[in-house]
């Protein structure tokens, strides 16, 4: 399984951001399989950020959920990640991340999927 994220590099302050993560030779409804974002900031450990799991359910990071929303499209077989009112320090590296089984974990090894991630600059 291969996945691959996409989306704007730059991105101002108090706007929207949107992430899409591609999974291929996977599916993203297969059972008991949990899409997680990750990110990590400049001299910051990862933080998880929530998932979609196979069925369509989502969880977020309490200290991120108000302002974040994952969903997926079964036909396009996509993730996607939308963050709004983005501020200086969202300003991170985005990973896609697949696992079975449900965990919520910032950390890579924990994940048998993982994309390239995206770089995500919040600047005016």
């Known amino acids: 399984v291969r996945l691959q994220e996409s989306g704007p590099g730059l991105v101002m302050p108090a706007q929207t951001l949107f992430i899409t993560c591609a999974v291929f030779n996977g599916s993203i409804t297969t059972n008991y399989h949990y899409w997680s974002w990750v990110r990590q900031s400049p001299g910051k450990g990862p933080e998880w950020i929530g998932y979609?799991?196979?069925?369509?359910?989502?969880k977020y990071s309490p200290s991120l959920e108000s302002r974040t929303s994952i969903s997926r499209d079964i036909n396009t077989n996509t993730v996607y990640l939308q963050m709004d009112d983005l501020k200086s320090e969202d300003t991170a590296v985005y990973y896609c991340?697949?696992?079975?089984?449900?965990?919520?974990?910032?950390?890579?090894?924990?994940?048998?999927?993982w994309g390239q991630g995206i770089q995500v600059n919040v600047s005016s």
């Open positions: 991340a697949g696992r079975w089984y449900y965990y919520c974990s910032p950390q890579k090894a924990d994940y048998e999927y």
């Open positions: 979609i799991d196979y069925s369509g359910d989502t």
